[in-house]
């Protein structure tokens, strides 16, 4: 299987099951978008418009190619090896929020149920749990999620003196991220997380005009002059450490290059601009015919991203990060998403879900920090969906780089995890074709 693509003014042919990437001229690429390599169909198109000695060559360098299997390489019929054991937690903190976010897939913080905060106790034992069934892992990683997470700082500091505590008893080693929308912060628990946390998630979704119409207060105002100053503070202590600025656009802003352009100019160099997804019914949502819209606009952030670096001002953008040399193992592309085996999400009542994207919705609740996860169908059907029994996903050209895409957006649009959210899809492949662009001009 091969792809083929043209962006920037550069041209690809991509050999799906080697994952090797060729840049290529523009005959060769015509020679393979004609069909005139493989089914010699439309060959007398190429000779009519290249010197057919020249033609002749490419078509044997193709052939070369092909026979080395760096071209039209055959699929091999690999499974997921066994299944994967625990790794990574997502801590519902807190659940509440001191923002009234407009497209918040938590309900505004609450997860469609009512306002609580995390005990310890409760806390205690989903680490606890964690380093249980984590087995041979040394390295566990813990997401403290909201809500707000900072509206219950003192248990996430209690949780992280106590993962220090049994992680030298146990023999793993905890790597903490927190997620914050920055209201609460100040400078003795920007210090903490910079002190204690391998990574931070900042919340702002560009222009200030854009954040200030999404991201509001409880007193419906906007929070971008509130929370900039501290994000920049916070960075600045951190210095080589992890963080990134975390934004979403929604159809009010299908022009988010103007925002990732914005969060750089304030001097943040580790940017992600996610699409919102929510139902379609959402006034905010994004929909089929916003897709080639947003394709473009991927372009265009592609172009801004490529000139930033050429001028020695370059920056991460999180979408367009690959690695076509040593990514991901051939068993962890073809599983995908670990949700419900190599990663789950705890509730302050201490409910146990596949993912935070699933929260709130009880059909999902695979078991309890007090008995573990006893409801294993769920996990198991999940682990079950991946590249290699998705009907749509055996073919996409895209497979091996995305790993067949989120459970949870598979399953809230089409209600099965082997249908994936094509939207989703559709943006992820572009992302894809940017983020080798990008690639080839490094």
Known sequence: MIHFFEILNKKYIVDVNSGIVHEVDDLVYDIIKEDAYKKRENLDIIYDKYDNDLVDECIGELKNLENNNLLYTEDKIITPKIKPTLKSMCLNIAHDCNLLCEYCFASKGDFGGNKELMSFETGKKALDYLVKTSHGRKNLEVDFFGGEPLMNFQVVKDLVEYSRKIEKEHNKNFRFTITTNGMLLDEKNMDYINENFQNVVLSLDGRKEINDKMRIDKAKKGTYDKIV?????????????????????????????????????????????????????????????????????????????????????????????????????????????????????????????????????????????????????????????????????KDCWAKYFCGGGCHANAYNFNNSFMEPYEVGCELEKKRIECAIRIKSEK
Request: proline share 4%.
């Open 229 to 393: 100053p501290k994000f920049k503070n916070l960075v600045e202590k951190r210095k080589d450490k992890d963080y990134f600025i975390r934004g979403t656009f929604t159809r009010e802003n299908l022009d988010f290059t103007e925002d990732v352009k914005n969060i750089k100019n304030l001097g943040f160099d580790i940017i992600s601009m996610e699409p919102v997804v929510t139902d379609e019914k959402n006034k905010f949502s994004i929909n089929k015919d916003h897709v080639e819209t947003v394709k473009k606009e991927y372009e265009n952030l592609c172009k801004y991203y490529i000139d930033k670096n050429n001028k020695g001002e370059g920056f991460n953008f999180f979408h367009f990060e690959i690695d076509l040399e040593s990514g991901p193992c051939i068993y962890k592309k073809i599983s995908g998403c670990g949700a419900g085996n190599e990663y789950i999400a705890v509730t302050p009542s201490g409910d146990i879900y596949p993912c935070h994207q699933f929260v709130g919705d009880e059909d999902f609740i695979i078991g309890n920090v007090q008995t573990g996860i006893t409801e294993k169908e769920i996990p198991n059907a999940m682990y079950k969906s991946n590249i290699t029994t998705k009907e749509k996903c």
